[in-house]
């Protein structure tokens, strides 16, 4: 059973910084690009980060020179940590693999809110 389970959200400050992380399970964790995505309230979900195999790394626009994503394979988990938050990055993020094509997963989702 495949599991991805999200941590590290919470209410922080414009300026501030959170590390997310995702601990996945049921899976070979190296063998799999990991991905975040973000949903804000009345918005499509949208791409936040991705990390391949190899760890290259991909970003969004909005997000590119503030937030910065990870992995270590040995402890099954992604990160994504994120510097310089602003209230339009108030959302619920998720973490997102693709096994193969039409199997996917999806973990529970953490709330960042970014309020003064």
């Known amino acids: 059973q495949v599991q991805l389970v999200e941590s590290g959200g919470g209410l922080v400050q414009p300026g501030g910084s959170l590390r997310l992380s995702c601990a996945a399970s049921?899976?070979?964790?190296?063998?799999?690009?990991m991905a975040w995505y973000r949903q804000a309230p009345g918005e499509q979900r949208e791409l936040v980060a991705s990390i391949s195999v190899g760890a290259t790394t991909n970003y969004a626009d909005s997000v590119k020179g503030r937030f910065t994503i990870s992995r270590d394979n040995a402890k099954n988990t992604v990160y994504l940590q994120m510097n310089s938050l602003k209230p339009e990055d108030t959302a619920v993020y998720y973490c997102?693999?693709?096994?193969?094509?039409?199997?996917?997963?999806w973990g529970q989702g953490t709330q960042v809110t970014v309020s003064s």
């Open positions: 049921g899976i070979s964790f190296r063998l799999y690009a």
């Open positions: 997102y693999v693709n096994i193969r094509t039409g199997i996917s997963y």
